[in-house]
């Protein structure tokens, strides 16, 4: 598989930023033949008719539906019943998760730009020559004090606490059925729920460590949380006196090299793909569950189908509904759903 050579911004606080940053086009290299664009701000207007159909349709659905489970095959071949029970027996022993925004929803954690919100409020002040500035690197040498507000209020472990769905990747580790969680977020709440970073890809990077956005010199990430927390400013280097800023991902920068290094044998060895409350519109990440091998079962947690499941592959289930409704009944069919609200209980005990 070619390496990844070129960046995927980060995305928000998590990837639905996406949805309401409309980010100007961004170009990377998924592979050495292949290209691929994503269009904004007019991105919705350019999508294809198929999607544009697909996204009508399950906008619809949802606004008047109760959560439902689809099977892709009228014989059922593949049921949320029959990953429990594969799960349960040791018959399924490596899954992969592919998680997005739709994991943090039941933390609390506000979208960007809605009116109102917290996020949208702090930064309006500042004037942003476009939202998504907040995330560029050459915005951030001019003004720091956008992001560093941000970084305030969602710091890992700070403000907002891991969901059900967070807990339930602990769960899998502690069970030795987690392959690796790839997430597409920032909000660091796998970490905080216990999650071995051994286990984690996170694809825009975490607050976890820090460094000089102009030599690249490590900094202390206690340091630097300390000076943006508490003094509300960005510290600087103490080799070059350039600004530091936590290891996130911004536009013009590469992502992470443990995304490419790690990819290509957790796709081909994985028993399960677990799709959770992502849009799978931002590449690399969203490619990941179309790497899986074709006997590979693929399990859809979302409140829409999307990406390559809207085909309905044999091997593919989806629950149609929100990320922690999706695992409590999954541990509910395994008979695991104690030990999930346990963990549950002891996280938010232990992050308090």
């Keep these: 598989m070619g390496r990844f050579s070129a960046l995927v911004a980060s995305t928000t606080l998590v990837d639905a930023v996406y949805s309401f940053l ?10 050495p033949s292949r290209h691929v664009s994503i269009l904004s701000p007019s991105f919705t207007s ?4 198929l999607c544009r159909s697909a996204r009508q349709s399950q906008s619809s659905k949802i606004q008047t539906r109760t959560s439902r489970l689809h099977s892709s095959t009228s014989s059922r071949d593949v049921t949320l019943e029959s990953i429990a029970d594969s799960l349960k027996s040791g018959r399924i022993h490596r899954v992969l998760v592919v998680a997005g925004a739709g994991v943090s929803c039941s933390a609390g954690i506000p979208d960007f730009r809605s009116p109102g919100s917290g996020l949208y409020d702090n930064l309006h002040k500042f004037n942003l020559p476009y939202p998504e500035a907040i995330f560029d690197v050459d915005f951030y040498v001019q003004d720091p004090k956008p992001f560093v507000t941000l970084a305030k209020e969602i710091w890992p ?12 990747f602990k769960l899998l580790e502690e069970k030795g059925l987690l392959k690796r969680v790839y997430t597409q977020n920032i909000d660091g709440l ?14 825009h990077g975490h607050f976890r460590s820090a460094s000089c956005i102009a030599c690249q010199t490590r900094y202390d990430a206690n340091a630097c949380k300390s000076s ?3 003094k509300g400013e960005a510290p600087s280097c103490n080799t070059c006196e350039g600004l530091i800023k936590p290891d996130i991902v911004f536009f013009g920068e590469v992502m992470p090299n443990r995304f490419s290094q790690l990819v290509h044998d957790d796709v081909a060895s994985t028993d399960l793909v677990i799709v959770m409350g992502t849009s799978l519109l931002v590449a690399p990440v969203a490619n990941v569950p179309d790497w899986a091998p074709s006997s590979c079962t693929r399990l859809l947690i979302n409140r829409e189908i999307v990406g390559s499941f809207r085909l309905q592959k044999s091997n593919d289930v989806i629950f149609e509904g929100d990320c922690d409704e999706g695992v409590r009944k999954l541990c509910q069919l395994a008979g695991w759903e104690d030990e999930l609200d ?3 209980r002891d996280c938010h005990t232990s992050v308090t």
């Design 190 to 203: 796998e970490a905080v729920a216990g999650v071995n970073p051994d286990k984690l890809v996170e694809c």
């Design 46 to 49: 350019q999508l294809s008719p």
């Design 157 to 168: 472990g700070v403000k907002y606490r891991p969901t059900l769905t967070h807990c339930f």
């Design 342 to 344: 346990e963990m549950f």
């Design 22 to 31: 409309a980010p100007r086009t961004l170009n990377f290299t998924a592979s």
């Design 228 to 230: 943006m927390l508490e």
